[in-house]
């Protein structure tokens, strides 16, 4: 395995590839948070080979070529044998950032160029969200919660769901089921060393969703509702009460409701599995792929179908590769 680890720190290009301590570790997550790589250098190397990085200096990653991570030191830590770990974001830690717009009639991929347009961040493709959002007032939120608010709300009213995400320097938006790779996880042929398996109804499972909104005009509060009374019976009432899109009318309201329940309405699937890389672009896994799970003895329900990772850790040790990934059925 060939791992290339270079530090642009000012006009000087520093390959850290041979100088770094430990693990390599590479974390991608679905939704709300950038990727983050993490690394450890001696710092005797450090300046003696005249290697000094600072804060806010880009990181590079390859792994056999593969453009892994690309973006910026936001943290060094030193312990007492004077070893250094880096902690690194992609631009998407810049999405932290709090602020507020108001927009109208865009779709959540413009929005998301405009954000990046105003907070000078490079775009790669942004895939056309097609849903028009009217109207919508973002006060005082982060720049992630503004831009998948409008992913949400594609979601909701069109089952299309969108991932933000950053490729080596881009920030780019795609449909998830351009996502998808050919990828097999098995438990038969040596791939996964281990998984645990979840199901559940606690967790953003809804049987009745209650949205409202203030009418201006008779100074009263109107119910939207849409409940299914047979999961009721078996679960309990298990209710989602928000306030309604400031920009729909009661027909989009109520089939705003209707969708809300269909999605949420069912019996959550979650998989977590440690893999070991057998060279068949595992690498490639991140946070928003879709891949092929086929995982026996699970109980009542055996995994032999496309899943979606949630979040997914890669670490390159010894020359090794090996990974976990959190998965969920969409």
Known sequence: MNIKLVIISGKNVHDMSRLCGGDIEVETQISGSPSKLTFTVYKKVTYETDCAFY?????????????????????????????????????????????????????????????????????????????????????????????LDGVDITLSNTKKWFVLYDDFGEITLKNIHNMRLPLLMVTDDGTVTDFSYKTDIDNDTYNLIKLYKDNKDTGKREIFISKDSGTQMKWGILQKYEKAPDNFNDAQIGEYTDKLLEMKNKVKQSLSIECIGMGNDEIKIRGGSEIFVKVDNCGEHNINNWMIVEKCTHNFSNNKHTFKIDLFDF
């Open 55 to 147: 804060e806010g200096d880009n990181v590079r990653l390859w792994v056999d070529d593969y453009p892994m991570f690309n973006g910026y030191i936001f943290k060094k830590e030193r312990d007492k044998e004077q070893e250094i770990k880096v902690t690194a974001y992609d631009q998407l830690r810049y999405l932290k950032n709090k602020d507020t717009y108001v927009y109208e009639y865009k779709k959540a991929s413009d929005i998301l160029k405009m954000i990046a347009d105003d907070y000078k961040l490079n775009v790669g493709k942004i895939e056309d969200t097609g849903f028009v959002i009217e109207n919508l007032i973002e006060d005082n939120k982060s720049l992630f919660d503004i831009i």
